[in-house]
């Protein structure tokens, strides 16, 4: 599965921004879809997930920020990301779980919250 995301980009405390991931190239059902997060000098961490039965999962730190959102048809996995804050300043991956397990990987897209 190739993984493209769009999106990201620079912003001011406060602001919004909009994160897109499109999958191809497999024939196979995606389970789940989510993004990470790398801040420098930090661990990747799970920003958010949505599973093919609807279930989303969210990290505290932007529960009632962010919103996830799929549309399986098109294989896409969006993250709006509003009153964004300086830590959350990162680089941006999107993830997709398929068959048996297997895990695909974006290129990552950076977010730059400063003012």
């Known amino acids: 599965v190739q993984l493209q995301a769009s999106g990201g980009g620079s912003v001011q405390p406060g602001g919004s921004l909009s994160l897109s991931c499109v999958a191809s190239?497999?024939?196979?059902?995606?389970?789940?879809m989510g993004w990470y997060r790398q801040a420098p000098g930090k661990q990747r961490e799970l920003v958010a997930v949505?599973?093919?039965?609807?279930?989303?999962n969210y990290a505290d730190s932007v529960k009632g920020r962010f919103t996830i959102s799929r549309d399986n048809a098109k294989n896409t996995v969006s993250l709006q990301m509003n009153s964004l804050k300086s830590e959350d300043t990162a680089v941006y991956y999107c993830?997709?779980?398929?068959?048996?397990?297997?895990?695909?990987w974006g290129q990552g897209t950076e977010v730059t919250v400063s003012s």
């Open positions: 949505t599973t093919s039965g609807g279930t989303t």
């Open positions: 190239g497999s024939s196979f059902s995606i389970n789940a």
């Open positions: 993830n997709v779980v398929y068959f048996r397990g297997r895990s695909s």
